[in-house]
């Protein structure tokens, strides 16, 4: 199953206005687009305050692991200033791939980065991140609606093999990367919680339907769309919403939102490490509903439960 956390919520001005072109030079604005990430890799590599926040909507957000969500420029603005006066502080960014949505105002980029800050030795210490944006149009120039990143390394790696959880909670700390997943609240499919947690996400393990591995780590606007799939009920997504399925899944119907096994004709996927993306109807319609196209796509289109696939991990 690829589910789809909901990270966070964009206002509905933002996605509205996504969708109100109704036609672009797609490879003009992919131009314009790679131009305007580039200067916010040279803000942020310069720990340049004011470039770096000024590559954000008026009310954007950044979302950093283990940590309140940020918001606005003036957010992005402070929380870049105090990441600049840590010890060693650097960071550089490589390996952009860039989408552009068919009505030329809506895309995302994701890129490989490196942090760097001197640890208690005084030795730097670097952290390979994946750093995803949700760009917009505002005021006529691309700018970041949404900015979210994760650790570049495996979730099972990290873990410490003498204190790794076991069952259903260690199937459910898979889904995201240790920094997340050590305040996360986990519960499972019938609400009983395995772990307290602080920091609004929450994960929870395979499906009890599904075969295999399908965890998946949520916030609350996720949390309402599993409610709503768990019980088969309506459910209309008014702002955008992000998960993580970094440990893969044995595979879903691409089509069927309740299949439990692959047939001739249900167009069945094992996907890798993957994030998952909900918005309003609209918004998805810009994108592919086929798993194979190379690179985002809707699953379970045309149900109250679609949501675009992100892959970040080879398929096995």
């Known amino acids: ?70 918001n606005g420029r003036d957010g992005a603005r402070e929380f870049i200033a105090a990441f600049a006066e840590a010890p060693g502080a650097g960071v550089s960014f490589s390996g952009m791939q860039i989408e552009i949505a068919a009505s ?35 005021d006529g120039e691309w700018r970041i609606a949404v900015d979210v990143w994760n650790s570049g390394t495996p979730a099972a790696e990290s873990q410490a093999v003498t204190s790794a959880p076991s069952g ?11 920094g997340m997943t050590a305040d996360a609240m986990v519960v499972d499919w019938e609400g009983n919680v395995l772990k307290e947690g602080s920091n609004g996400y929450t994960c929870l393990p395979t499906p009890p339907m599904l075969t295999g591995t399908s965890p998946m780590c949520m916030d609350t606007e996720w949390m309402e769309w599993a409610n709503a799939w768990q019980n088969k009920t309506d459910y209309v997504a008014d702002s955008l919403g992000i998960a993580y399925m970094l440990a893969g899944d044995e595979g879903a119907s691409n089509i069927d939102p309740y299949a439990e096994g692959p047939t001739e004709d249900n167009d069945w996927v094992r996907e890798g490490a993957h994030l998952m993306v909900i918005a309003p109807a609209e918004l998805l319609s810009e994108y592919p509903t086929d798993p194979d196209n190379g690179g985002p796509y809707v699953m379970w289109n045309d149900t109250p439960y679609a949501h675009l696939m992100v892959p970040v991990g080879s398929r096995d």
């Not at 490989?112 to 505002?138: M, Q």
């Open 104 to 138: 030329g105002d809506m895309g995302y980029t994701l890129a490989d980065a490196v942090v760097t800050v001197d640890g208690p030795d005084g030795l730097p210490v670097e952290e390979k991140i994946r750093d995803f944006h949700l760009w917009t149009k505002e």
């Open 168 to 178: 259903p909670l260690a199937d459910a700390l898979s889904a995201a990367w240790p």
């Open 1 to 70: 199953m690829k589910t789809v956390i909901a990270l966070c919520a964009v206002p509905a001005a933002i996605l509205v206005s996504a969708c109100t072109q109704t036609t672009a030079d797609i490879e003009a604005e992919r131009a314009a687009l790679r131009a305007a990430a580039d200067a916010y890799h040279e803000a942020g590599q310069n720990l340049d305050a004011d470039g770096f926040a000024g590559s954000y909507t008026s009310d954007g957000l950044l979302l950093p692991p283990n940590a309140a969500a940020v």
